[in-house]
């Protein structure tokens, strides 16, 4: 039987902070254990797109990838909701 050749898989770390309107550089993000996204069909499907995108951007880069803003990336829609920020295990 031929050998099934499987991704490598890593510990995918998940880290927030909650808004207190401090300065960026005065903010120290926690890594969490859980997240839960309140969202509808719409915006589910447009975070997967989002989520997708960015794979391949990241294999495509390699090395060289760091990090991506939903906002950014999902205009204007996702312009007033909480930071989603998706970066490369390094």
Known sequence: MPSVSCPRIHT???YGYID???DID????SELAEITLV?????LRMIS?????????M?????????????????????DSPHFVVARMK
């Open 12 to 14: 995918m770390k998940i």
């Open 20 to 22: 207190e309107g401090l």
């Open 26 to 29: 005065k903010i120290v993000p």
């Open 39 to 43: 969202a509808s069909p719409d915006e």
């Open 49 to 57: 797109s989002f989520l997708e995108t960015t794979a391949q951007e």
């Open 59 to 79: 294999e495509r880069m390699g090395e060289t990838y760091d990090h991506e803003h939903l906002s950014d990336k999902k205009t204007p829609y996702f312009n």
